[in-house]
């Protein structure tokens, strides 16, 4: 494990009654990602120590499998019936794995597209095939390239007979909450709700555990001077009414691209960042409980 440590301040959202509290925790730096993965978009845990983790836009549709403790990959797999137009996000039920395909930088994209693979498949074969799950945004009337809108997403979760996008919203620095069916099909987003991120979206947590459940998103806000990398955690989540309840925001120094999140252990997440500006991609860990 690199020892690299980081302070991060950590601001206590009060959503109900609108108060702000701060303290200090750290970030850790985990281990470096393996080199397949020099723009991890997307990632999940396989088991105690395997990952998966995407590429997104420009690289190959593939899904890269890796161990952090044995620092190595330990496979590639291509995933036929596909292709990476911006991947951005993966999601896991028991039984299936989700690919996002649902990168919109422009908003001008009419071919959505979330893959579903099964995880049987992808661990007895080389080239496992994906069923689709297309969609749109019922709201969005105009497909004219733009550099501001609401109809991006790279954050998605998998809760019951649902995936969740959290959308990365350039136009306001708010996240709309739509839902689709987890079945290959052709689908209008539901939208059910919005969040103030006061920032982009970039991935997304859920957990369900005996104690209740919990969802974290990652972001940055996109400065001239770089990016500045941002959680929001919500510990207590009602059924899927994830803005209910009062949320935790942690933000901290560095300007890294920070795009995935995951649950790891009872108080850590994980978090990464991406390599395409010359930075190098580490797995972080931060202790959202302390």
């Not at 970030?27 to 990952?51: H, M, N, R, W, Y």
Request: net charge negative.
């Amino acid at each position: 494990m690199i020892q690299s440590l980081y302070t991060i301040s950590l601001f206590i959202l009060a959503i109900a009654c609108g108060s702000v509290q701060s303290s200090d925790t750290e970030l850790k730096v985990v281990a470096a990602l393996p080199g397949q993965l020099k723009e991890c978009s997307g990632l999940i845990s396989f088991g105690k120590d395997t990952f998966i983790g995407l590429n997104d836009s420009g690289n190959p549709a593939e899904l890269i499998i890796f161990s952090l403790a044995a620092k190595s990959t330990l496979r590639v797999v291509k995933i036929l019936g596909t292709t990476n137009q911006d991947w951005e996000e993966l999601a896991a039920d028991d039984t299936y794995i989700y690919i996002g395909d649902t990168g919109n930088n422009l908003g001008s994209r009419k071919d959505l597209v979330i893959y579903r693979i099964s995880k049987d498949q992808l661990l007895s074969d080389t080239e496992p095939l994906a069923e689709a799950i297309f969609f749109n945004y019922p709201e969005q009337k105009s497909f004219l390239p733009a550099k501001k809108h609401n109809f991006d997403c790279e954050a998605m979760v998998c809760v019951g007979d649902s995936l969740y996008l959290f959308t990365k919203n350039r136009t306001d620095h708010k996240t709309d909450l739509y839902c689709i069916p987890k079945i290959p099909g052709n689908y209008d987003a539901k939208h059910i709700g919005q969040f103030d991120a006061q920032g982009l979206i970039t991935g997304a947590a859920f957990r369900s555990t005996e104690s209740g459940n919990e969802l974290a998103l990652i972001g940055y806000k996109d400065k001239n001077e770089g990016y500045h990398p941002f959680i929001i955690y919500f510990d207590t989540v009602n059924g899927t009414h994830f803005f209910d309840k009062p949320a935790r925001r942690f933000t901290f120094a560095g300007k890294e691209q920070t795009e995935t999140i995951l649950f790891y252990d009872e108080h850590q997440v994980f978090i990464t960042n991406e390599g395409e500006h010359g930075d190098q991609p580490f797995v972080y860990q931060v202790d959202v409980k302390n």
